[in-house]
């Protein structure tokens, strides 16, 4: 029973997604945002947005978000994780458009500070495959060690932000 509207810069992806009956607009997340009415939104969710915008257009997103979304609405941001040391250091970089790594902390922060409260770190692991090696046996010979960074290869490889706009 509730009603969505889909935004993506990529025309054949939005076609897609209205040949199978979903209402996408064609546009930029923050023009289409910007046209939007104050308080006129639930939730507003980005998927793999965020990486791909320079810090200006970041914030401008989330203004635009926060203005659109009513009393106690919800935004929720997905982004690669760099916490995880394949992304950090290799994966983020397949994609060539992709700009800024954003450790959850700081997009936290980011979120907090641009007036949204009680933001949330979700680290998602569920139907992602992360190919590292087994932790070591704790009883191996520099197993706390080596551990520490096996640790950091199976760090979830995307994590969401999930905050709210305060009521009033």
Sequence with gaps: GLQAKGID???AFAESCR???LDVVEGDAIGVLK???????GAITSMHL???LPYNDLIRLLDEAYRVLRPGGVIALETPNPENLSVSSHWFFLDPTH???LPPVTLAWLVRHRGFVDPRIERLTADRDVDAPPLLSPDLPGATTINV???RLHAATDYSIVARKPYA
């Design 99 to 101: 700009r800024n790594p």
């Design 50 to 52: 965020v990486e791909h």
């Design 19 to 21: 040949v199978i009956g």
């Design 9 to 11: 810069i990529n025309r």
């Design 35 to 41: 046209t939007m009415s104050d308080g006129s939104m």
């Design 149 to 151: 960074v096996l640790e």
